[in-house]
């Protein structure tokens, strides 16, 4: 059984930083494609940022140059380093993988950027 756990998040000022944890298990960390995501309230789930298991990694527009995301395959970690916070980043942050064509979900970690 595959499982994600998030951290990281918190309330931060804008033009902040925060750093995002999904610490996974149950698969084969290493061939596993990750990605963030991300849940305001009011709004439909959005997708934030992706890195596959070569370490090729692709953004949303809206974070695209703000926010980097990595892996550690010797932790099964996968981080998503976020600068210059702005008050529309505040959402729910779930990190999602896909193992054998089912998807997978963490429970969410809130950050909120206050202005």
């Known amino acids: 059984q595959v499982q994600l756990v998030e951290s990281g998040g918190d309330l931060v000022q804008a033009g902040g930083s925060l750093r995002l944890s999904c610490a996974a298990s149950?698969?084969?960390?290493?061939?596993?494609?990750f990605s963030w995501h991300r849940q305001a309230p009011g709004k439909q789930r959005e997708f934030v940022a992706v890195?596959?298991?070569?370490?090729?990694?692709n953004y949303a527009d809206s974070v695209k140059g703000r926010f980097t995301i990595s892996r550690d395959n010797a932790k099964n970690t996968v981080y998503l380093q976020m600068n210059s916070l702005k008050p529309e980043d505040t959402a729910v942050y779930i990190c999602?993988?896909?193992?054998?064509?089912?998807?997978?979900w963490g429970q969410g970690t809130q950050v909120t950027v206050s202005s």
């Open positions: 999602k993988t896909v193992v054998r064509a089912r998807e997978y």
């Open positions: 149950g698969s084969t960390f290493s061939l596993n494609t």
């Open positions: 890195i596959f298991s070569g370490g090729h990694t």
